[in-house]
């Protein structure tokens, strides 16, 4: 209905007005063509759907375009689905479905729509006609309620967004002057001059900012808003990750995730970046810079997890669990004193390894509408899954519950919300999450105390196993998904989280899990002492050519075969092999 409008403003505009209705419907129709080529068909096993492809020329047909905006179409959907090559502001390369999305061929190609709408601008503010047409034909044709919950929903998945957006064009005309909407073009070019000059500068660099040559320059850029009709979203990470490289610490390329772990509050991350990176030759001519960064940073940390108001989306709730799983109980939470294994350093970096691994999930659930910063057994029968291992015993042992209260309340607190918003498709289901953590949280306050466990708890740690199993393979019907491809695929996942688009760079970041791999601890029971297996993530850190972008096939594969890259070596405290 939208594009239909503005192909009929096309009509009857003057010259100018004309070109930002052309713009427009060009816009619209190729998010409409990325969508519409990918149609749902046959539903496999493992839940994803078969998409049945549909002809470009047949979509486009079906449009009923001006021949010349239909080619401009055409090209540019070929563009997308080449997925190569930076074009002013336009990156391309992120056209490549990744994350879940690249499972499934409709997801796939709402995966390329929402990019296109969130990374190729509408309008700048030197000339903002097609974005501001845009914004009034919502509101003429009452379709901007579909686009506020839209928003909303990214809203809640991702954060909020930097640039100008269609919200803020409305707020502001609620409260201009008259109390009345805009109602012609130049009013509303008026009201955007307002937003534009009340809108702070953007901490997520982008295209602009990685252009930039210098550390002013780039202050300057991020100044300079883009219109986009659905913008993606700005999360603080990704606002440390630029501040933490070239080129406001001109000279490194690279981010680290110790840098987001030190950011919420990771002494330890802190300490290993010292001894690390900060130490290192290569490091010298900015390791002052950088210091000063990472010091600026924590401080904004400081205030995401200080912040007692409710969650208001997911990625505050993340980092502020990540947070919490990035840093072990200390000795004033353990009135029973702490277990022996959790004050050695080997034990901390555990629990950094398992909180990167966390960051590396939230990064790869928010690919989709997040901001990227560029610098320039158990179980239900059936298969044991390959990422649940247990050694044969002689007779039942007693478990033991990481000990760490304070992150499984968060966890519980996180997943009541994700019950609120977004409901398990079995009504039965909701709570399984929250309950399983406060049983976790009930143990763990009891090993801290130094009090026994009760038989039915160790009973029930001992088939935790099953309920977790449910979390990691259920399908989009809560049934469990034993199909070959999701076994196989265990827990291993791929994102990336930064592209430097610097001379001789030209490369992403990535964070990727692989397998879980078995540790040992000696936990104490009463007066017996006991070595207790538990389970970690591999985590890896690595660049790969920004037209290779890994997907999670891809990178299951590379971890088959043997060729992952090597852990970051900080992990070496307590990690001998790592899968």
Not at 132 to 152: F, I, S, T
Not at 504 to 532: M, P, S, W
Request: glycine share 8%.
């Amino acid at each position: 209905e939208l594009l239909t409008a503005a192909l009929a403003a096309s009509v009857t505009a003057d010259d100018e007005a004309r070109r930002d209705a052309d713009e427009l419907a060009v816009h619209l129709a190729v998010a409409a063509v990325l969508l519409g080529e990918a149609q749902p068909g046959a539903t496999s096993d493992g839940g994803a759907s078969t998409a049945r492809s549909v002809p470009v020329e047949a979509v486009v047909a079906e449009l009923k375009l001006p021949a010349p905006l239909a080619q401009r179409v055409r090209e540019e959907v070929t563009r997308v689905h080449a997925a190569s090559g930076v074009v002013g502001l336009v990156d391309y390369t992120k056209f490549v479905p990744r994350g879940h999305y690249a499972d499934d061929g409709v997801l796939a190609a709402y995966f390329r729509a929402v990019t296109w709408f969130g990374t190729v601008p509408l309008g700048t503010p030197d000339r903002p006609g097609p974005w501001v047409l845009a914004w009034k034909l919502l509101r003429d044709h009452r379709l901007m309620g579909q686009w506020e919950r839209l928003d909303a929903m990214a809203t809640f998945l991702a954060g909020p967004p930097e640039d100008p957006s269609f919200r803020d064009l409305s707020a502001a005309a609620r409260m201009s002057a008259s109390g009345q909407s805009a109602g012609s073009a130049e009013a509303a070019r008026v009201l955007l001059a307002s937003v534009l000059a009340s809108a702070p500068a953007n901490r997520v660099g982008g295209m602009a900012i990685a252009q930039s040559t210098t550390n002013a320059e780039a202050r300057e850029l991020s100044r300079k808003k883009q219109l986009y009709f659905l913008p993606q979203r700005a999360q603080p990470d990704a606002a440390w990750l630029t501040a933490l490289t070239t080129p406001f610490v001109k000279g490194r390329q690279y981010p680290d995730p110790l840098d987001v772990m030190s950011a919420l509050g990771s002494a330890r991350a802190r300490a290993l970046l010292e001894r690390g990176e900060l130490s290192s030759p290569a490091a010298q001519p900015y390791a002052a810079a950088l210091r000063a960064a990472l010091g600026t940073v924590a401080e904004d940390g400081k205030g995401l997890l200080a912040s007692k108001a409710d969650d208001a989306d997911l990625p505050t709730a993340w980092l502020r669990t990540i947070a919490l799983l990035a840093s072990p109980p200390t000795p004033e939470e353990a009135p029973g004193g702490l277990p022996a294994f959790a004050v050695a350093d080997a034990w901390k970096d555990r629990a950094l390894v398992s909180a990167v691994a966390a960051y590396t999930l939230y990064k790869h659930s928010s690919v989709l509408y997040a901001k990227q910063p560029s610098a320039a057994e158990a179980g239900e029968g059936g298969e044991d899954l390959s990422f649940w291992k247990e050694l044969p015993v002689e007779k039942p042992i007693r478990g033991y519950v990481e000990p760490h209260p304070r992150l499984y309340a968060a966890m519980g607190k996180f997943a009541r919300l994700l019950d609120r918003v977004a409901p398990p498709y079995r009504e039965y289901d909701a709570g399984d999450a929250s309950n399983l953590l406060d049983r976790l949280r009930t143990i763990s306050e009891k090993e801290l105390a130094g009090r026994p466990l009760t038989a039915d708890e160790y009973a029930w740690i001992d088939e935790a196993g099953a309920a977790i199993e449910r979390f990691y393979v259920r399908d989009g019907n809560s049934e469990i998904d034993r199909s070959p491809e999701r076994l196989e695929r265990g827990v291993k996942l791929v994102t990336d989280v930064l592209t430097n688009l610097n001379p001789g760079e030209g490369k992403v970041l990535e964070l990727a899990t692989g397998d879980v791999n078995t540790f040992y601890v000696i936990t104490t029971h009463g007066d017996e002492q006991l070595v207790t297996q538990g389970g970690a993530h591999g985590i890896y850190v690595f660049t790969q050519p920004m037209a290779q972008r890994l997907t999670d096939q891809q990178w299951g594969e590379l971890v088959n075969a043997g060729k992952q890259p090597p852990p970051p070596a900080w992990t070496g405290s307590f990690v001998e092999t790592l899968k």
